[in-house]
């Protein structure tokens, strides 16, 4: 039985970060603390009464300078089921296109009070710029390929749902490594949290130095899914790849996407998972993707939900 969230009160105290802008700089215990926490807002989700007052008076601005789904509305209804204000704001309908610096908008938000700001933006560092300027508490909802926070955590909460801890898992992050947020975000928190982890791609997908991360790097599925625990499949970001990286989507999908084929070498009850949107077909095969078995897509978003609540609960306890 996961505790209730207002049982962890005492503990909330012991987060000592005014925003969330990286798994970098998290430790293991903070860590499972916001893990703890979502728990108890996954029963609060799934009962008949969704909503409560924690977030009561407060204000959620969403700051979205990248098109955004499933990470906007997830933040959205975060803020909403804890009783907060949630405004979601996008360039297209904001001052950005008028000329406004990304820091004049941010201090413009900062002048009516705001509590915490969700930014995504497409720049690298974009939300610590921000949390530099600005007196509400940042959220990093995924900066450039630097770093998305909150995935990699829901990721976690899902993994330790599933298999109990994350501890001494063998995970294989397979796709895209080179322009991924998500992958570097998990990479830091599996390595934090003690699993051994994979990245799996085609060598002009994979950055240089990543092995600097504590990580093994690997160009064949049939090597990197060996025995795994968890297959973590990635969208190939084609808006962001100038150039040629692949020789074409079929060729991919051949020696890298996802099949029954190469999940045969891992482990008989490994988990498959993906942070959306699935590119069906090019990343992963549809009847893999909807394996009710081993596919715990759509639990990821469930949870993430359960996450943010995490994430804006303990960070305006922070700033009382």
């Known amino acids: ?98 000329g406004e610096t990304l820091i004049d908008t941010a201090m413009t938000l900062n002048a009516m009070h705001l509590d915490v700001l969700v930014v995504r933006h497409q720049e690298s560092g974009a939300p610590k710029l921000l949390a530099d300027k600005v007196n509400c508490a940042v959220i990093n909802a995924g900066d450039g390929a630097h770093e998305h926070p909150t995935q990699a955590l829901l990721d976690a909460l899902t993994i330790r749902r599933h298999k109990g801890s994350l501890k001494g898992l063998t995970v294989a992050i397979c796709g895209d490594i080179l322009h991924s947020r998500v992958a570097r975000s998990n990479i830091h928190l599996l390595n934090i949290m003690g699993a051994n982890v994979r990245v799996v791609a085609p060598p002009t997908l994979v950055p240089s130095g990543l092995d600097r991360l504590g990580v093994e790097v690997h160009h064949s599925m049939k090597t990197g899914l060996k025995d795994a625990d968890i297959v973590m499949m990635l969208r190939l970001q084609l808006e962001r790849m100038q150039g040629q990286y692949l020789p074409s989507q079929r060729e991919y999908f051949r020696f890298f996407g996802l099949d029954y084929e190469k999940l045969t070498v891992a482990k008989p009850d490994v988990l498959v998972m993906h942070p959306g949107p699935m590119n069906r077909g090019v990343e992963i095969d549809s009847l893999v993707a909807d394996d009710i078995h081993r596919s715990v897509i759509l639990e990821q978003v469930e949870l993430g939900v359960a996450v943010r609540m995490a994430c804006l609960d303990l960070l305006t306890r922070t700033r009382n």
């Not at 049982?7 to 000592?16: E, Q, T, Y």
């Not at 997830?74 to 979601?88: C, P, Q």
């Open 1 to 98: 039985m996961p505790p209730h969230p207002h049982d962890l009160d005492a503990r909330a105290d012991s987060l000592p970060h005014r925003d969330l802008l990286g798994i970098q700089g998290l430790t293991a215990p903070e860590i499972n603390l916001i893990l703890d926490l979502a728990d108890g807002y996954v029963a609060q989700n799934r009962s008949a009464r969704k909503f409560s007052d924690v977030l009561a008076g407060r204000t959620v601005v969403n700051l979205f300078f990248e098109n955004s789904t499933r990470t906007r509305t997830s933040f959205e209804l975060a803020a909403k089921r804890l009783g907060g204000d949630a405004i979601n704001m996008s360039v297209d309908g904001s001052s950005v296109k008028k």
